[in-house]
């Protein structure tokens, strides 16, 4: 959106919260003056008033741009839009939601309103939203579809919502190879409406079997007595329905790719994939992974209650403080040592944040280099060689500077030592771990990006803690 | 990529490979049965052999796949493969490759491979890589280009890479609103190639301003007599040059756009904005995003020397070094007390370490919230509330479990309430650094994904240790 564009969304989201905030004061006057029987009545019309006058912003917005003003209200107001708009285009914002402000309107819905707004959707995206419906109203819009919708929908519903199957859409016209260009361009004058994000059309040779693709560009600009399978590209990129979505993902950004064929085990076009699911994909996909490396375990709502967003940071809390327990009761080991060298205290800290941190810095890298497909059996080794490498150059310089400090601040040159020696110690096995933990989950078909980085600050913080400690009561006790 | 092809990747690459380890093989072998002026003939005749076969294998992928290939190898054998690849698509390759390596290929080439590598580039593609080549190559290949391409490139390398100027392609082809759609085909025919990534082509009136976009569909569907203004589609979303791409990027996944004319301040159309850049920018931009996070301050080359990977860590090690180095301060404060119970030193990180937990999921969610515009003017004390709600619910809940582990460790009431205590108070407290700094930033205009993170956990940290001592350092000695 031009700047422009973008200040209108703003404006609007302003004029929605005003025409709220001010059906509210009526409404309340309204109460304040009026008792008995007259209070419902003026009290109605007013709000009616006011309603017209929010519906009339509304309907002038994208279901997207109403989407995003619905995500920016607070709980009961989401209501109030929610209604107003459901009946006529309800379908399509529920679409642009995030899931947790969809899931709440939905379960905040009475049935009749629900069955307007699901009316309009067409199979694919009834299948999208299936998992948050009541489960008899999705029956009984099922049942108003055809019998090959019906099948489309059993069939998209198997797949996970992160496999090719899970992201595909129906809407797809294929064309046969044998086809004049006269002849494709009649058909699809008939059909009128077209599939959107399409830049090419599949075609098939007779047995149905998806043989090449015919461009858009190549339709218009070819002489429309040729044959289809004469100016088809026939170097496709497809996928098959039980692939993992990132690998489609990562096809889309190589090959920059619009849409693609979805074909079944014998070769034949069963759905399509578009770029703006695909684009989606990889919004939602990253921002998890960012979510729980921080800690949360999905997305949250930012203005949804209390009680869900404490839930959704409860379970990585909790691993948290086990960390912490951990952590404490290895110093509790050596509370003898700090006892007679308060010093000691002081300084672990430092090792084990530094630690976690490094560990922390490798892990990331891994995991992304995992993600990306950089790293594999071929070059695994000489990664290890070169993190193991700079952990050892981190260890002389990080333990000479943390050395220097407590030289420093306590004048003992035993301390100094014992300080640089666990750094180096420590940073050494950080990336290991942080190298380990990663590569062995994916090896057991794990998703490394799921708990790896908790693991290596968990593991290395107690490590820190341990190897200071111990050193010291070894060699400065005795 | 189906799954086959996924293996074809990875077999590919094994045989990649397996040619360069034979080329050396052989080249060693060579070297030591050789001695004098034979051995140099023999040498070459076998190393030339190994590189037909190489080359075979690399000229039937696409560039984005070499480019993939390139990535996974050690630097040496990339430097081989991107010296038989340069000459003929080197151009392409440099494009798909991740900033480090292209930079690391072109510091290590020289110039008439360059400049065989750069001459089929077109302006587009050599204003992104303007940065990285000397920049006399980059003046003398400007000076065969015509003088409009000139033109473009100096504007297109005035916009820095995250706004919309920067990401903008020059090819486009622009429509005359009165033209019938029989004479837009026919111009489209004597073009033949026409722009890639482009769904619908932008319409101007007689003064030259975007007054509509005129889809493929319509163009291929609607009787050809029609003129153009008649089935242009009058609601356009454009974009200004100067525009933020975060902008750009949320109204393609708002919209999902395919592509969208960029226009000047007049309103004429300039350029072009393609879904498969849009999709690269948003890819880049979020895993920066996450690489910040773990603290490391740009794209890192996996199997780049380990001196780059340590310049680009070392910062923000240092940062944490120093944020370590405060808190040790903090605790050396209380060292009397620590030594009278010593207790205090194993229970304190578990303070520390939750309180600078909690304090990063704020920041994490504030900062996403941010870049998603999901938070403004209307809304922010509401979230400010919640968290503050949320962070005293925590106090309750963590600040309970935490007092009945010390209680059970060291049975001491005292020491149990004081522990509860400074949960509740240091989670309070992170609660609202978490939602202090990133606002604050974002509303000095500094980017809040950047330094936010680091800046709370620094505090937290810090502020847990205090607390805690402080609170026990008056409350137990006396």
């Not at 002849?183 to 699809?188: A, H, I, K, P, Y």
């Not at 399409?198 to 090449?212: A, E, F, M, Q």
């Not at 044959?227 to 990129?237: G, K």
């Not at 070769?267 to 919004?283: A, E, Y």
């Amino acid at each position: 959106m031009s700047s422009k564009q973008q200040h209108h969304s703003q404006r609007i989201l302003a004029a929605v919260k005003q025409a709220l905030d001010k059906g509210r004061l009526v409404e309340n006057l309204a109460r304040q003056q009026n008792e008995g029987p007259h209070r419902t009545v003026v009290e109605n019309l007013v709000h009616r008033q006011q309603l017209a006058h929010l519906d009339k912003i509304l309907k002038q917005l994208h279901p997207a741009d109403t989407a995003w003003v619905i995500e920016n209200l607070s709980p009961e107001d989401r209501q109030l839009v929610w209604r107003l708009q459901a009946a006529q285009r309800g379908g399509d914002i529920l679409l642009e939601l995030s899931d947790s402000v969809a899931a709440q309107l939905i379960g905040a819905s009475d049935e009749q309103l629900l069955m307007n707004a699901i009316t309009q959707l067409d199979p694919d995206d009834l299948a999208y939203l299936a998992e948050w419906l009541p489960p008899h109203l999705l029956q009984s819009r099922q049942a108003e579809l055809t019998h090959d919708e019906q099948a489309w929908m059993r069939q998209s519903m198997q797949f996970s919502h992160d496999s090719v199957g899970g992201l595909m859409v129906k809407e797809m016209v294929v064309i046969d190879e044998q086809s004049t260009l006269q002849q494709v361009l009649d058909e699809l004058r008939l059909r009128q409406n077209l599939p959107t994000q399409s830049d090419k059309l599949p075609v098939i040779n007779r047995r149905g079997i998806l043989v090449g693709v015919l461009p858009w560009q190549a339709l218009v600009l070819s002489d429309p007595t040729q044959q289809v399978r004469e100016v088809m590209a026939r170097e496709v990129v497809s996928f098959s329905p039980d692939e993992p979505a990132t690998q489609a993902a990562r096809a889309f950004e190589r090959y920059n790719l619009i849409s693609a064929p979805v074909v079944n085990s014998r070769g034949r076009p069963i759905g399509r994939l578009t770029v703006d699911t695909i684009m989606d994909f990889v919004r939602d996909d990253i921002s998890e992974d960012a979510l729980n490396a921080a800690g949360m375990t999905g997305e949250e709502d930012l203005f949804g209650p209390v009680w869900n967003s404490a839930r959704n940071r409860w379970l990585w809390l909790s691993l948290s403080l086990l960390t912490a327990f951990a952590a404490s009761r290895v110093i509790g080991l050596f509370e003898q040592t700090i006892a007679q060298f308060v010093a000691l205290a002081a300084l672990m800290p430092i090792v084990a944040a530094i630690g976690g941190n490094t560990g922390n810095q490798t892990t990331t890298l891994v995991v992304r280099g995992l993600a990306l497909a950089h790293i594999n059996d071929t070059n695994r080794n000489q990664l290890i060689r070169k993190e193991m490498t700079l952990s050892l150059l981190n260890g002389v310089v990080w333990g000479g500077i943390v050395g220097l400090f407590a030289l420093l601040f306590y004048h003992n040159w035993a301390l100094a030592g014992i300080i640089a020696l666990s750094m180096q110690l420590t940073l050494f096995l950080a990336a290991a771990l942080g190298l380990a933990v990663p590569l062995t989950l994916q090896s057991l078909d794990r998703d490394p990006a799921l708990g790896a980085g908790v693991l290596v600050t968990a593991i290395t913080d107690s490590l820190g803690f341990f190897i200071f400690l111990g050193l010291a009561s070894w060699l400065l006790v005795n």
